[in-house]
């Protein structure tokens, strides 16, 4: 029997932080966390093959090396426990197969599980040694979250670029082909383009407000903080030319109060529901969709609003609003019917891009 101890709140908030990667599997070994202590050193890892995110704190007593089983339940029991957390470990075998047995034990309380042999579980690939930058944890996870929506969900499908979050230059940016959302990093520079899962990058909010070291590799990149790391597959360097799609001059820039431009097209959504094409039709101050039960219309106020007669997907205006909550006023830029829209707001460095829609009446004309 092996026996080590650890700080029970650091284990817990240690696992609670990996455990956010783990998913549904086929394998059930990949649902679970695995558990190294060696050399005074106790690590956790959780993988989906594609991501790895593990956490390292101090830890006394002898050596073990196994996965958990039903990680979830110990997370549970757990959060319940404070001071030394003491872990007895013994192997048993089960046919040809090695397993196990843990108990966890923090003053009167006590969890026993089983647990799997820690060689099952899949090998972590080797750190990447390439170019290397710094930047605030906060800062480049707050870049990515106002970005990342405008990428493409996963699917079999789904382009491999489509589905990430773009790093090129100072810049960091989505897009699907229909909308692109873009932020700056001012004061960081990329040592060189890369792409990363976009559904990937919504665990760097594990990494809190530390500064963060990202190193990139030829297959891989790592992401560190402390006693954090996420290893996460590349999926190219070949990134978009973001400045090819921003038009060069605007006909308009309007100005509109977000809120209002956000609740009359809640309105529209929701007399439309069960339209298969929310295309909105922008007319001076009126706001408009056919829809399947009727038709609809509403207006806001606008400053700068010219004679354009525009369309664009409703959701996709939404989903580009977003990303400017909170802010009182965004400022829409529109060069013509065909080319794509452009909203910011001022005093911020990031933009949102949705591509318009040509109306059927429009095309008619």
Known sequence: MSRAVVDAKEFSHAMSKVSKILKKCAIPILEEVCLRIQNGRCTLTATDLETWLTAEFPASGDDMFFAFRKTKDILRACSHFAGELTMEFSETQSGSKKAGRVLL?????????????????????????????????????????????AAEKPSVSARPAAICV???????????????????????????????????????????????TVRIGSSHVLFASGNLRMLARLQGVDTYNVDAVIPKGYRESVTVKTADFVRELNYLKECSALTAKPYVRFAGEQLSIAASGGAFETGIEVRGRGDMVLGFD????????????????????????????????????????????????????
């Open 166 to 212: 773009q790093f090129c230059g100072n810049r960091v940016y989505a897009l699907d082909g229909t909308r692109l959302a873009c932020d700056t990093l001012e004061g960081v520079s990329f040592p060189k383009p890369f792409l990363v899962r976009a559904d990937v990058l919504a665990h760097l909010s594990a990494f809190g407000k530390e500064d963060m």
């Open 314 to 365: 409703l959701y996709h205006m939404l989903d580009a609003l977003k990303q400017f909550k909170g802010e009182a006023e965004v400022c829409i830029h529109l060069s013509s019917p065909y080319a794509p829209i452009v909203i910011d707001a001022a005093g911020r460095s990031d933009f949102a891009l949705v591509v318009p829609i040509r109306l059927k009446e429009e095309m008619a004309a």
């Open 105 to 149: 034990r923090c003053e009167r309380r006590g969890a026993e599980f089983e647990v799997y042999d820690g060689a099952d579980y899949p090998n972590m690939p080797q750190a990447p040694e390439g170019d290397a930058f710094s930047v605030s944890s906060a800062r480049l996870s707050a870049c990515v979250e106002r970005v990342r929506y």
